[in-house]
Every structure is written in structure tokens, then in C-alpha cells.
């Protein structure tokens, strides 16, 4: 009696096509790319509407120069951000730090660069106390900072007096706004600068890593060993420095400082940060992809002042962006 031996076959698995793994270069290129081609679209079409003027070396400067106070801020946004909270009391301490800089200085005599110290050394402490409120005492990010931007803004208007202080030495302008490098004013070159020392921490160093993990699965970094608080504790404190040289950057560029002077950049910081999670590294909060998508928003209001569109298009430009920024950005991070 012999036995009969049956071989069980299987349907070998289809191997992954090359027309696939192509598409799905193609996909990830195009996420990365998708805003960098929008904002240059959108340069184009201003060019191709007002050359003479939109095209001009004066409006060029105008787009990298002035628009410089809302890169630094919406750097100074990105850092608590990236690790999971977020500081709604930026703009309030850049303001604070424009009107120390510009108190010290016309009222008091202070030398520029020792009341720009002060102002900075002050931003840091700002940061530093939403950082003890939210991460000490577990308060809700946005309720505490909400509370403390009003909080420094009520000092702004009191160190003041509710009235614009003008007249602070032309030689922090010198070194902000007038000189420049290329026609471009070198303040931008300051952010970029910036940008690029916190692009390198976030993506070549242990602390970058672990302020990704935290913003990203915070419960879980914990878990792992890693001082969740500290890291949100340094991003608070780094974000009021930041947002501290904002304000050194408009007292530059104006040569005065006003109760509102930086409270006005906040909303388009915020459409920075979360449009540049859209680009470069898709679902991320990068410090790349918030350069661009300042680019993107300097250039797009700058080509509504030059065809004559009203303050109010500007409004609806930035609102508009954050909007499509956030939805973007959250489906990505899911996915």
C-alpha cells in the first residue's frame, strides 16, 4: 500500500510593480514640493499682473526685508509647536520686547545693544514662565498662554503709556534693516541663520529627536525614558528669546515701538508654521518648510498691496491659509 504525496501550492504573491514604486516617489516628491511650486505659481502670476512694479529690486527688498519680523516669529512658534503645545503669547512678548528696547533707549539712554540684551533676557524669562505654568503646574497651553500674552501685552501698554515710542538710534536700524547684502536687507539673513541652526538641532541631533518623539506620542516618549518636561520647558523658554529678536527686528525696521507693534504677526506666524508642515517633511513641523511658506505668505500680500486690494484681503489671504494649512497638515500627521 502505497501513500500518495500531494504538494499544497500556493498563488505566489504579486511583487510590487515598478509603475507603482515610481507612483509612489512621485507622490511623496509631490507632497514635498507641492507649496515651494504654489508660492512660485503665485510669484509668476503677480509678475505676469504688475511687472513693472512687483518685479522691481524695491519690492524684492520689501518682500525678504519687512517681512523678516514675521520669519523670526513664526520660528520662535515653531519650537513649541513642534514638541505638541502652542504659545499664543508670542506676539505680546515681542511687543514687550520692542518697547524695552525703544524705553531704554529714547527715554532712558540705554545703548542700543544693552537694551537689546535686555529685551532678549526678558523674552527668555516670558518663555520661561508660560514654560512653568503649562509644564509644572499642567496647565492647558493655550488657556495659560492665552492668558499670560494678555497678561505681557497689559505691560506693554503700561511701560508705553498707550502711546508709540519713536526716535531709537538709527544704529539698530543700520544693523536690522538699512544695510544689506545683495539689495536684500541683512535681517533676513539673520533668520536665515536661525532657521538653519534649528533645522540642524531638529533633524542631526539627540534633542531634535526626542522634541519630535514628545510632540509626536508625548505618553510614549515618556515612557522611553525621555524628560518630556524639560523639552517642552526649553522650547517655551527658546520660543520667548525668539520671539524677543522679532521685536528687535520691527524696532529696527521702524524705529519705534507701539502697544500692538508685533501682536499683529501672530496669525500669520501660526499659518507659517502649520502651511510649512504641509512641505519638505510632510506631517512635520520643520523649520524648512516654515521658510517657505513665509516666503509664500510675504509674497502673496505684497502682491495684493501692489493691485490695490484692501486691508481686508489680506486678512482673508492669511485666515485662509492657516485654515487649509491646518486641515492639510492634521491629515497628513495622521497619515
Not at 503645545?85 to 524705553?103: F, W
Not at 507693534?261 to 508642515?277: I, K, N, Q
Given at each position: ?9 500556493t ?54 526685508g519687512?517681512?523678516?519680523?514675521l ?37 532712558h ?31 492647558e ?32 536700524s ?56 524639560r ?6 523658554t ?6 524677543a529678536?522679532?521685536?528687535v ?12 507693534s ?5 496669525l ?7 502651511l ?36 481686508y ?14 486641515a ?8
Amino acid at each position: 500500500m502505497s501513500a500518495t504525496e500531494t504538494v499544497e501550492t500556493t498563488d505566489p504573491q504579486p511583487a510590487p510593480s515598478v509603475a507603482q514604486g515610481s507612483g509612489s516617489v512621485r507622490g511623496r516628491w509631490g507632497e514635498k514640493a507641492a507649496l515651494p511650486v504654489a508660492w512660485l505659481v503665485l510669484f509668476i502670476v503677480f509678475a505676469a499682473l504688475a511687472p513693472e512694479t512687483f518685479l522691481s529690486m524695491g519690492n524684492l527688498s520689501n518682500i525678504l526685508g519687512s517681512q523678516s519680523i514675521l520669519f523670526m516669529l513664526a520660528l520662535a512658534a515653531l519650537l513649541p509647536t513642534r514638541s505638541g503645545d502652542l504659545d499664543l503669547s508670542l506676539g505680546s512678548i515681542g511687543g514687550l520686547s520692542a518697547i524695552i528696547v525703544a524705553v531704554l533707549n529714547v527715554n532712558h539712554g540705554v545703548s542700543v545693544p544693552v537694551a537689546c540684551l535686555v529685551a532678549v533676557g526678558v523674552g527668555g524669562l516670558c518663555g520661561a514662565f508660560n514654560g512653568l505654568f503649562v509644564v509644572k503646574f499642567k496647565t492647558e497651553p493655550f488657556i495659560m498662554t492665552l492668558g499670560t500674552g494678555t497678561l505681557f501685552g497689559g505691560l506693554v501698554f503700561w511701560i508705553a503709556n498707550s502711546t508709540t515710542i519713536v526716535g531709537v538710534d538709527r544704529s539698530l536700524s543700520m544693523w536690522t534693516y538699512l544695510r544689506q547684502i545683495g539689495g536684500v536687507p541683512v535681517q533676513f539673513f539673520y533668520c536665515l541663520l536661525v532657521m538653519l541652526v534649528i533645522w540642524y538641532v531638529m533633524n542631526h541631533t539627540p534633542l531634535g529627536v526626542r522634541n519630535l518623539f514628545v510632540g509626536q506620542s508625548r505618553e510614549v516618549a515618556v515612557l522611553s525614558g525621555i524628560n518630556a518636561d524639560r523639552i517642552r520647558f526649553g522650547a517655551f523658554t527658546l520660543a520667548g528669546v525668539i520671539a524677543a529678536l522679532a521685536g528687535v527686528l520691527y524696532v529696527g525696521t521702524t524705529g519705534s515701538a507701539g502697544p500692538t507693534s508685533v501682536e499683529t504677526f501672530l496669525l500669520p506666524a501660526y499659518a507659517a508654521v502649520f502651511l510649512g508642515a504641509t512641505t519638505i517633511q510632510p506631517g512635520r513641523f520643520n523649520a524648512l518648510g516654515t521658510g517657505v511658506a513665509v516666503l509664500f505668505l510675504a509674497t502673496g500680500t505684497a502682491g495684493l498691496q501692489l493691485l490695490g486690494a484692501q486691508d481686508y484681503a489680506q486678512q482673508l489671504f492669511y485666515g485662509g491659509a492657516l485654515v487649509l494649512a491646518v486641515a492639510i497638515s492634521r491629515y497628513l500627521r495622521r497619515n
